[in-house]
């Protein structure tokens, strides 16, 4: 088992970590102690704790397994993976992106969808995965010969919706039909073409090549709560709230033809990166802005004037 038992200095040493989550700065503490607990002493659960403990960022603890301690615990269960953490509980369930999925096959239009523009076989950047809501839907509309890569900051994050991901097709209910059970076929198949990526998506759109992908797509962390998921809100604690830097969006025009920014409506940001609004959502609470790739090159981002 490669899951570490820490001295009492190294926990020491990990111990602001869950300090600097709280605050939501986790691109400046990329390391998450864990407790853990199986429900049952068996292989598979075994071999799926193992699984975390392989993850990038996480380090799993036994050491302090009495329920004062402040850390979260991550408990394996024949059903699914939780994590709690002070009378909270989160798990990964892809109950946004499956409502959204029988709205545009009873022919709805999805707004995301909408903007993002995507067409078969395109390559998107989900820069801010989360629930993968939209990563799913993304990789749904991109098809077979389509692919999505998915950055997340946190590590707790990427690895719950990583799992939950691979293992979607053990959480369709038994006795769907009809729609719904066709809505569930075409997200498993969407869930094969994401690649969850854990990181700052600033350091791995630097990387990457010009005009190599489709689509960037943002969403961060909105500064006001309101037009959030309740589902979103449970997982805040674990989420990077860092707003969204002028470079990654330079960046993120540089690397694709078309940029996505989803943010509260009236939200300033959308002028302050040069994104039009795209029409639509009149009444709802989030925007969406669209660069393409025309309009990127007159801009000038108003600080570099
Ligand atoms: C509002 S949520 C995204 C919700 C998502 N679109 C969905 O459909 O579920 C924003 C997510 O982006 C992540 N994030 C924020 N800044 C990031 C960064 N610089 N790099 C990678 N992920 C980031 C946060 O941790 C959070 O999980």
Known sequence: MATH???ENMTKELEPSLDSFMR?????CPKM???YALTHDEPALRARLEWYAEQEGIVLTEAMCDESCSFPLLKISRKRTRV???GEE?????SMALLRMLSVLRGEPDRFLQAAGLENGNTCIDATMGLAADTLMAAWRVGEAGRVTALEA???IAALVKEGLREMAASVPSGVRGLKAEAWKHLIQAAGRIDVLLGDHLDFLRAQGDACQDLVYFDPMFRHTRGQSAALRSFKP???HEGLREEAVREACRVARRVVLKERTGSREFERFGFAMEPGGRHSPVAFGVR???ELIPYVFPESR
């Open 5 to 7: 038992t820490l001295s």
């Open 24 to 28: 939501g700065n986790n691109l400046d």
């Open 33 to 35: 102690i864990i407790r």
């Open 84 to 86: 709690l953490w002070q």
């Open 90 to 94: 989160i798990f990964f369930h892809p």
């Open 154 to 156: 946190s590590p707790l």
């Open 238 to 240: 674990w989420m990077c």
């Open 292 to 294: 393409i790739k025309k």
